[in-house]
């Protein structure tokens, strides 16, 4: 399956002809090839957009909602090859890639679509004169994405950024461009005008020819933290508008009066999810020490009982990890935590399902008795591996959450709803859930704080972000 760049509604080669190959998580075997992108399919991609900003920005909001309308519906028309593409791509169960993925890639574009019909203009009212604020785009946007939520990343930024009358171009991770080229074919049936969805793939010198680019008024960049403090760098120089969401080591906080069934069945999910490579999943288990023999008893039992296998399986629960190199990464931590002193309660070895023995498979992984501020308990691994570490007090719980760099998400279970708002208004966090975990409300901001990133997006604070508010003051007589 060879991908192409979309740049002025068309499927281009990369101008050098330089291509790379695209591997699959599960199997290790060749699946198709990408182009490796560089400064001049950057700067085609980039111009194609300015020339569509013109007739794009002058829609109505209206027009541009029902645009978002056709993609949403034609997007849902091949909903099971987004999930099939998308679990090919990333190695993620089949069921996930539905449940998740491509549900709420559809569910972006028919949000969006909502909020942006909608829009009303503030108007705020003096004796003498009447203000009123217009949201004007910002211009060409750059969008980047990560491997982990390919499609489910991608929609979550192209749908407000045109939405609101923005030209983008993107650039998705190298290692998952399939459902990314499936939405540039949907936004080619559906007859968007051209250049108002550009993409060119490749790596990350293609990501920072992107973000430095001088005609790019905007980013909004999900990856890693460094990748991030790079973007950040090239984007300042010309002042551009940047949104950052960035990695995490988020903490699950399991109080002693917690339900234990769902709290187990939840921290499970919050920590496994995605082979644990999701930026919000709960990769340091704190609990109560009241309780920490028979919470810990349990959650191996459940960790063990995951089905392992085959991607494409409907019965999978746990699939591969994206590549060879972060396999590599996630085995050094492995060893680590041992050095640190820690004990390995299961995994901690790959788990290898018959006939994939060239993908990248590793057993989900619990590590108990590490310091708080070891390496493996405050660093993000981004893989199917757990700390689990005991406090006494809520005291103690919110300072151990709070003892890392990061500051994304987290998740309390607890009885006692009022315990569980205080001890989350201490978190220094951007998102947290009690006795919940990953349970989205897209008008909800998302968005970290510390080294997870800067700025918010979703709901109202997505249509923020992709916009310049002018305030337009008319005087009264
Ligand atoms: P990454 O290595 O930082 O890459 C993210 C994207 O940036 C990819 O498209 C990458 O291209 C591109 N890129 C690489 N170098 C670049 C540069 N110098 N300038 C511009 N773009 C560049 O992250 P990843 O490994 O794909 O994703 C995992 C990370 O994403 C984790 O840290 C996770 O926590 C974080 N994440 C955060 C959120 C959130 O909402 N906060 C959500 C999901 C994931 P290539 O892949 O082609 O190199």
């Not at 002025?8 to 699959?24: A, H, L, Q, Y």
């Not at 968005?447 to 305030?471: A, H, I, M, Q, T």
Request: charged letters at 25%.
């Amino acid at each position: 399956m060879r991908v192409l760049n979309y740049i002025r509604g068309e499927f281009v080669d990369p101008k050098s002809d330089f291509w790379m190959d695209n591997f699959s998580p599960s199997s290790g075997e060749v699946i198709g090839s990408i182009p490796l992108s560089g400064e001049g399919d950057v700067d085609n991609a980039v111009m194609a957009a300015v020339e569509a900003l013109p007739y794009w920005s002058s829609l109505r909001p209206l027009e541009r909602a029902e645009w978002l309308e056709r993609i949403a519906d034609c997007l849902e028309s091949k909903f099971e090859e987004i999930a099939r593409l998308e679990s090919l791509d990333t190695g993620k169960p089949i069921s996930l890639s539905r449940s998740v993925d491509a549900k709420r890639s559809v569910s972006n574009f028919r949000f969006f679509s909502g909020m942006i019909r909608d829009l009303e203009e503030e108007v705020f009212e003096m004796e003498d004169a009447t203000n009123i604020v217009k949201l004007k785009p910002v211009g060409v946007g750059a969008l980047i994405t990560p491997w982990n939520l390919p499609l489910y990343l991608l929609s979550w930024k192209v749908a407000p950024a045109i939405g609101m009358g923005n030209t983008v171009v993107c650039k998705p991770s190298e290692l998952t461009p399939l459902t990314a080229d499936l939405l540039m074919k949907v936004i080619e049936e559906v007859g968007l005008p051209r250049g108002v969805v550009n993409l060119v793939h490749g790596d990350g010198m293609a990501g920072s020819s992107l973000t430095s680019h001088p005609l790019v008024d905007l980013v909004s960049f999900t990856g890693g933290t460094e990748t991030g403090s790079k973007v950040a760098l090239s984007a300042s120089p010309k002042f551009k508008k940047l949104s950052l969401e960035l990695g995490g080591k988020n903490a699950s906080i399991v109080f002693s009066d917690c339900d234990m069934e769902k709290t187990v069945e939840g921290v499970t999910r919050s920590a496994f999810l995605n082979q644990g490579q999701v930026c919000l999943c709960g990769s340091r288990i704190l609990v109560e020490e009241s309780i920490y023999d028979d919470f810990v008893e349990l959650f191996v039992d459940s960790v063990e009982s995951m089905v392992i296998g085959d991607p494409m399986d409907d019965s999978t629960e746990l699939g591969a990890l994206i590549s060879k190199e972060h396999l590599k990464k996630v085995e050094y931590y492995i060893s680590l935590a041992k050095e640190e002193g820690g004990q390995i309660l299961t995994g901690g070895t790959p788990c290898v399902p018959k006939g994939l023995s060239n993908g990248n498979w590793m057993a989900p992984t619990v590590i108990a008795g590490l310091d708080h501020n070891s390496r493996c308990s405050t660093e993000e691994i981004f893989g199917p591996v757990v700390t689990i570490h005991r406090f006494k007090s809520e005291d103690q719980a919110i300072k151990i959450a709070n003892n890392t760099r990061y500051g994304l998400a987290g998740s309390i279970w607890t009885g006692d709803l009022e315990k569980g708002e205080r001890v989350a208004s201490m978190i220094h966090t951007g998102m947290i859930w009690v006795n919940t975990w990953l349970h989205r409300d897209l008008r909800a901001p998302f968005g970290g704080v510390k080294d997870s990133g800067v700025g918010r997006e979703g709901g109202r604070w997505s249509l923020g972000f992709f916009s310049e508010p002018l305030n337009v003051c008319l005087k009264n007589d």
